[in-house]
Nanobody, 124 residues
């Protein structure tokens, strides 16, 4: 099985910075997309930032404040968030999809996983 384990998050003041990290483990053959989404109470989950094989995507609200990076060798993705605002308060979820190997002799199968979520709270 493939698992995502997140770290980071917490409480920060308006204008502060936080970093999030996520590590994927398990029978991974390849990861296509890896990144971060967020969900505030009463709102839909939205893209924060993701890295695909073709490039990097950011949510429209990011406006240059966040930077996502990925270490393909370690199957990790990190998110550095600067100039945080109260509107950034949400649960942040790591996401990854790609191919996994259930057994050494089996064909790769697609997978999609979400992390358990880590809370980011920005005080005004």
């Amino acid at each position: 099985q493939v698992q995502l384990v997140e770290s980071g998050g917490g409480l920060v003041q308006f204008g502060g910075s936080l970093s999030l990290s996520c590590a994927a483990s398990g029978s991974i053959a390849t990861i296509n997309n890896m990144g971060w989404y967020r969900q505030a109470p009463g709102k839909a989950r939205e893209l924060v930032a993701s890295i695909t094989n073709g490039g990097t995507n950011y949510g429209g609200f990011v406006k240059g404040r966040f930077n996502v990076s990925r270490d393909n060798a370690k199957n990790t993705v990190s998110l550095k968030m600067d100039s945080l605002k109260p509107d950034d308060t949400a649960a942040y979820y790591c996401h990854a999809d790609g191919l996994k190997m259930d057994h050494a002799w089996s064909r790769p199968k697609p997978f999609e996983r979400w992390g358990q979520g880590t809370q980011v709270t920005v005080s005004s």
